[in-house]
């Protein structure tokens, strides 16, 4: 049986990551109090259900060349492997709309100190009316940037847990098939990049965007 949450790690995706935690630590400009996209569902929370601290990267946004070169990196790494995810998973694909995928040029670094996490459940799809169009987001993708113990990801109906591991990049579904929540450590800081997978023709996505932002 072809399991639908795969795993990569590779020599490449460990400089990545080691990029992405030295950048993280460079730029404390773009810092910013991390946020769970379509936070109302979790609005009746007495706690946010996300706590970090977060950079945002549009890999097509070429004000600031450093994080342009960092995100353009990072989104060349995630297609190599979705490529090969497709490759071996090929219904996805043909029964998306317009038959393709592309990896979303919005995603997010973020870092989650001692004690910080995105605690609760929750899966990566919503019907909110963000830039990111997480209506048409198929899979998600985590690239685990630090090796620490039990802080990892945890999904909810398979009953799986995968360790945070340096260089490690995982792709799986995004809707509520893929539940899940990261595993709280009290004493080590963890740093991810993540983002999503979106159905549709990445031009086209590119074009609304950039209407939407007039």
């Known amino acids: 049986m072809v399991e639908l949450l795969a795993r990569y790690k ?6 990545v990551a080691e990029g992405v935690m030295e950048f993280f630590d460079r730029r404390p400009d773009l810092h910013r109090r991390g946020q769970a996209f379509g936070d109302d569902q979790f609005s009746n929370l007495t706690e946010p259900a996300k706590v970090s601290t977060d950079i945002s990267l549009v890999a097509i946004d070429r004000s600031d060349p450093e994080a ?16 090969r995810y497709l490759l ?35 899966c990566d799809w919503t019907i909110s009316n963000e830039l990111t169009e997480p209506t048409h987001r198929v899979l998600a993708w985590i690239l685990y940037c630090n090796d620490i113990d039990s802080a990892g990801t945890e999904f909810h109906w398979q009953e799986h847990y995968e360790s945070a591991e340096k260089g490690k990049l995982i792709i799986f579904p995004s ?17 991810i990049a993540t983002g999503w997978i979106n159905a549709g023709n990445q031009n086209e996505y590119i074009s609304r965007l950039g209407s939407a932002q007039d």
Request: aromatic share 10%.
């Open 10 to 15: 590779n020599s490449g995706f460990e400089a």
């Open 68 to 83: 342009f070169a960092l995100a353009e990196v990072i989104i060349r790494g995630v297609t190599a492997a979705l490529s």
């Open 88 to 122: 071996e998973r090929p219904l996805f694909k043909e029964c998306s709309p317009k038959q393709s995928l592309f990896v979303n040029p919005i995603f997010n670094i973020q870092r989650y100190g001692p004690g910080e996490g995105f605690k609760r459940w929750h």
């Open 175 to 191: 809707g509520l098939s893929h539940i899940h929540r990261g595993r709280v450590n009290h004493q080590c800081t963890k740093t």
